[in-house]
């Protein structure tokens, strides 16, 4: 595998190079609409950049000047990358698209360059860690950017990101309500009352055997109900407000939370259940000095589950009913009037709140489970 990976980092940093001479040589040869001059020398300094922080790492350079030799590399393509999402006419030619595969090519280089630097423990691989998803996503909104403008997409299909952007500035207020509405009120209300209730569901067949034949098929009936289909029944029994998209919550979380709980209750071996009884422990007692805590990488498992679930779930409920707010709302209604940029605007909050909830359990895990073997190595 590492030599696989070795080969395709080898052909992405020759099709960089290859892509900066293809963009010099058009301009050279006069084609429509070329790239500026600044452009081409930020490109060659992130080339030639490349190739001696290869040198460098053959040569087992300090971490330092790796790192420095990376910064001046991401100054070289931002200022290419700022270059090309400002110069754009509606005629961009041959030399003007090489010059974007450069950019694109280097920003991956740059991600391989930072995953493959190993740095000690603490702030800075913290840091690297962080570092290199946000330079990956920078790159595609840069390229969603220039590929919308300078094919010069229809904003109803696809607007790009800095009118999203824009939108997103000048609609802090509706967002936020729409925030409110949606994930405080719906999304955190229906994840807190079907994990808890999931848990608490999970410890009460594990309690007591018999109830699982009966108890754990309520818990597959519910996952297999269409939110489609629920979602509308919510809206009848719990009315317009939140308490219709929670109930919808609820019933997507339940099932993954449940079947997580129970195989982490079931995940302590013989030896260690039998030494309990050898101790004359309670099931109480076992369950909180043993089984419990083995279960907890389990149960982090379901709530990270669950947290992309619950949002997904709260949108989609006030599809079919919901107050003149809310992110499904907005989305339905922006939709209609065709105002693709405001509902991108609402997609991103949703991505960015699903993604910060994910993210905080996540954390906690590492706080919780630092014991496990899957959290010793990060």
Not at 84 to 109: H, I, K, N, P, Y
Not at 136 to 163: C, D, N, Q
Not at 171 to 196: C, E, M, N, R
Request: charged letters at 10%.
């Amino acid at each position: 595998m590492s030599g696989l990976l070795q080969i395709a980092g080898a052909w992405q940093r020759i099709g960089f190079i290859l892509a900066f001479l293809a963009a010099v040589a058009l301009g050279v040869t006069g084609a429509a609409a070329q790239p500026s001059l600044t452009v081409m020398l930020a490109l060659g300094a992130a080339m030639i950049l490349s190739l001696l922080i290869e040198n460098m790492r053959a040569r087992g350079r300090p971490r330092w000047q790796a790192g420095l030799v990376l910064l001046l590399i991401w100054n070289s393509l931002f200022i290419a990358a700022i270059g090309l999402a400002t110069r754009q006419t509606g005629d961009e030619g041959a030399a003007f698209w090489a010059a974007v595969v450069a950019v694109w090519l280097g920003g991956w280089m740059l991600v391989a360059f930072l995953a493959d630097l190993k740095l000690r423990r603490g702030v800075a691989g913290r840091l690297q860690a962080l570092l290199a998803p946000v330079v990956f996503g920078l790159t595609l909104i840069w390229f969603w950017e220039v590929v919308v403008r300078a094919l010069s997409v229809p904003r109803v299909i696809l607007p790009p990101p800095s009118a999203i952007g824009a939108r997103i500035a000048s609609s802090t207020d509706v967002l936020w309500v729409d925030f409110v509405q949606t994930f405080v009120k719906g999304a955190l209300s229906g994840f807190a009352i079907g994990v808890g209730a999931a848990v608490l569901f999970a410890l009460v067949v594990d309690r007591y055997l018999f109830l699982r034949r009966g108890l754990l098929p309520v818990g597959n009936f519910l996952a297999a109900l269409p939110i489609i289909g629920t979602a509308p029944i919510m809206v009848m029994w719990f009315g317009f407000d939140w308490p219709s998209k929670a109930a919808v919550v609820v019933a997507m979380v339940f099932f993954p939370m449940l079947v997580n709980t129970v195989q982490g209750l079931a995940a302590t071996d013989a030896m260690q259940r039998d030494q309990m009884r050898t101790w004359s422990a309670s099931w109480a007692q076992a369950l909180l000095a043993l089984r419990l805590p083995a279960a907890m990488p389990f149960i982090f498992n379901g709530l990270k589950i669950s947290a992309t679930l619950a949002l997904i779930g709260a949108i989609v409920a006030e599809f079919f009913g919901s107050p003149t707010r809310g992110m499904g709302f907005r989305i339905s209604t922006e939709v209609g009037r065709l105002q693709l940029d405001m509902v991108w605007a609402e997609i991103a909050v949703a991505a960015l709140a699903g993604s910060a909830f994910y993210g905080f359990w996540a954390l906690l895990e590492r706080r919780v489970t630092f014991w496990h073997p899957s959290q010793r190595g990060r």
